[in-house]
């Protein structure tokens, strides 16, 4: 189920298409099996969000990652400055609810403990769909098909996260969550059918592009632990939230299920053929410059890059 940019498909990977180029790895993924779960989500995520601020801030978010994130609080873009023709709020317009997987019931708002049950299925539904893709990928790089999976240990630590997002309206001189790459291996994102806004960015044609919302389908990123583990084969999707002329004055609903590897992971590269015939130069990307440039890249752990990226998000 790799396919390039725009396309959407069937959820299979093709083998075949790993060896050409594959420049960032982006897809709708469809029959993922979560659709009515999904909708009663973004109930629960409305409600949620609807409570008084003073309410929300009784939960803020934690140095482990967890909690209410404010408006203003967030700048996913690191490098964005200032520019005449650009938007002129840089600091993203959302504000945020992070579930971790050690996260309990006794841990969250009221209204998020009363749905918890379905909070837990979700996000293991989307725990278990993201191993099904890191199985998926394994096999098409020819290596165990445990690989990934084995590093992404539920009962490990980790900081796999499940995350509702709010947009409250704005108008086209902000950004609602500035150009960046997710932090770990896939994302699932789930949207709302006329609640577009979501693009990402096409290294070869050097242009954004709008990722149309489908409700029965999920989109699905890749992160940068996949960028270092294929040593720069499989890059991250480059990714932002911008408020479009036909939405900007409305509210954004979206929810975001980041698979991220054990906090121990060596993020070194995978032996795989297709990675020692021709990609073992790793190459900078122009626009990842700021997410990729660490030293000793090489002997980092999944809870050192993770910390790293979050240190220089929050304000
Ligand atoms: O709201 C969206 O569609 C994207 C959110 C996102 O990219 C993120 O939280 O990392
Ligand atoms: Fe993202």
Redesign the pocket.
């Known amino acids: 189920m790799i396919l390039k940019g725009r396309e959407s498909c069937s959820p299979r990977f093709s083998p075949y298409l790993l060896p050409s180029d594959v420049p960032e790895v982006l897809t709708h993924l469809k029959n993922h099996g979560l659709n009515d779960l999904q909708s009663r989500m973004f109930t629960v995520a409305k409600e949620y969000f609807s409570l008084p601020l003073d309410e929300k801030l009784l939960y803020p978010i934690t140095k482990q990652n967890e909690g209410y994130i404010s408006l203003g609080q967030e700048k996913?873009d690191t490098a964005a400055k200032q520019n005449e023709a650009g938007p002129k709020v840089l600091i993203d317009q959302?504000e945020?609810y992070n579930i971790l997987k050690r996260t309990t019931k006794d841990d969250v708002p009221k209204i998020l403990q009363e749905n918890f049950a379905l909070i837990e299925e979700f996000r293991w539904r989307s725990y278990s769909l993201c191993m099904q893709l890191l199985k998926y990928l394994a096999i098409s790089f020819e290596i165990d098909e445990n690989y990934f999976t084995e590093k992404h240990d539920w009962s490990a630590d980790g900081g796999d996260l499940l995350?509702l997002?709010h947009?409250p309206p704005t108008d086209k001189t902000a950004i609602?969550?500035g150009m960046?790459s997710?932090y770990g291996s896939f994302?699932l994102?789930f949207?709302h059918e006329n609640e577009g806004?979501?693009q990402v960015f096409d290294r070869h044609q050097n242009e954004w592009y709008n990722v149309e919302p489908c409700e029965d389908m999920c989109?699905v990123?890749t992160g940068d632990m996949l960028e270092y583990w294929t040593n720069g084969f499989v890059k991250s999707t480059i990714?932002?939230?911008m408020p479009l002329i036909n939405n900007q004055d409305k509210d954004?609903y979206?929810i975001?299920f980041?698979s991220i590897a054990n906090n121990h992971t060596l993020l070194t590269p995978i032996k795989a053929k297709f990675l020692v015939n021709g990609y073992q130069i790793y190459q900078k990307d122009e626009h990842a410059k700021d997410v990729f440039d660490y030293e000793n890249r090489k002997v980092i752990t999944a809870g050192e890059h993770l910390q790293m990226r979050l240190n220089r998000t929050y304000k």
Request: charged share 25%.
């Open positions: 996913l959302k945020c995350r997002l947009y609602r969550a960046h997710d994302t994102l949207q806004g979501l989109v990123n990714h932002r939230v954004r979206s975001a980041f």
